[in-house]
């Protein structure tokens, strides 16, 4: 158990809904990641927050998504209009931002939210 | 496309041996590097990660090599135990160090499932 957790574990929705999925990182980390990764591949990058600062977002993979991270702790992943092809792990991460004199920005990943679209 | 990748999918050793799992990544720019443990139904499990101005890291009974002429990572896996099946992902990054730093997501290969046979 790395300190992240998502919520739920799993989901199963018909296409056409919108699912949202909850990551809880590491408690003094200020950044937080969320990837996708589907089977048999590597996770895929999807967007990050540096406290409640979204500063990148243009991995999202459509405007169907979208996250949150409005006080800095917890994060939201919004998936509007669900498609069949959205089915996969979705991944959450949490660092503590990098400072000098420090060599890396270790991410450490949650267990994932598994979605299945029907 | 991908800026990192494995070069074998699946890598099968016996109990006690070392096994060898290597990454090609073709962005000449990444400096930081990560190799990653995913057990079934988990997220990705940190094993270590090297800069680019280092050739060599040690961990416990991990050893990650670094060759930049070359673009190549392999992780290095001494006496292999069951424990040790898993799928390994390297992952790279840019500039992780300082905050503020353009902190980007992680770019991971597609992985190697790495079997232990008793």
């Known amino acids: 158990d790395t300190g992240v957790s998502q919520d739920p574990r799993h989901k199963i929705t018909k296409r056409g809904q919108n699912v949202t999925f909850r990551c809880d990182p590491i408690?003094?980390?200020?950044?937080l990641y969320w990837y996708r990764q589907t089977l048999g591949q590597g996770p895929e990058f999807l967007t990050y927050f540096q406290n409640e600062a979204q500063l990148e977002k243009s991995r999202l993979l459509s405007d169907r998504f979208s996250a949150e991270r409005p006080k800095g702790s917890f994060s939201t992943l919004e998936i509007q209009r669900t498609e069949q092809g959205d089915s996969a792990m979705y991944l959450c991460?949490?660092?503590?931002?990098?400072?000098?004199?420090?060599?890396?920005?270790?991410?450490?990943f949650g267990p994932g939210t598994r979605l299945t679209v029907l | 496309g991908e800026s990192v990748g494995l070069h074998l999918p699946t890598l099968s050793v016996q109990e006690g041996d070392n096994s060898i799992i290597n990454c090609a990544y073709s962005?000449?720019?990444?400096?930081?590097f990560i190799w990653y443990k995913q057990e079934s139904g988990k997220g990705p499990q940190f094993i270590i990660d090297?800069?680019?101005?280092?050739d060599k890291r040690q961990g416990q009974r991990v050893t990650v090599l670094l060759n930049k002429t070359v673009k190549h990572l392999s992780l290095q896996i001494a006496a292999t135990q069951p424990g040790d099946s898993a799928v390994y992902f390297c992952?790279?990054?840019?500039?992780?160090?300082?905050?503020?730093?353009?902190?980007?997501?992680?770019?991971f290969g597609k992985g190697t499932h790495l079997i232990i046979q008793p």
């Open positions: 408690s003094e980390h200020n950044r």
């Open positions: 991460a949490s660092s503590l931002a990098a400072t000098s004199g420090r060599a890396r920005d270790e991410q450490f």
């Open positions: 962005n000449s720019a990444s400096d930081y």
């Open positions: 992952a790279e990054n840019t500039t992780p160090e300082y905050s503020g730093g353009g902190a980007d997501g992680l770019t």
């Open positions: 090297i800069r680019s101005n280092m």
